[in-house]
């Protein structure tokens, strides 16, 4: 996991890369991420994105995974509403 306010920086050819793994892996951009919701269920989390033209994801977590806090940092650091 990446310290606070850090960012991550990918290779050429590595977004690529990674979304070629399996068929399930995303690559949103986050200037196409009109909307986030984030939910916590007693096992597991839920991100909802609304994406420009109106195109809806979600994604899950287990709750052990503790992705709801991080997620919600880098979202505001986006400037996406939640």
Do not use: C, Y
């Amino acid at each position: 996991m990446l310290a606070n306010g850090e960012k991550r920086q990918f290779g050429v050819g590595e977004v690529e890369r990674l979304q070629g793994e399996h068929k399930s892996n995303l690559w949103i951009p986050a200037d196409e991420i009109v909307l986030a919701g984030i939910r916590n269920g007693p096992l597991s989390g839920r991100l909802a994105l609304t994406l420009k033209g109106r195109r809806r994801v979600k994604l899950m977590w287990l709750r052990a995974d503790r992705a709801s806090e991080p997620l919600k940092k880098a979202l505001a650091s986006w400037g996406i509403p939640l």
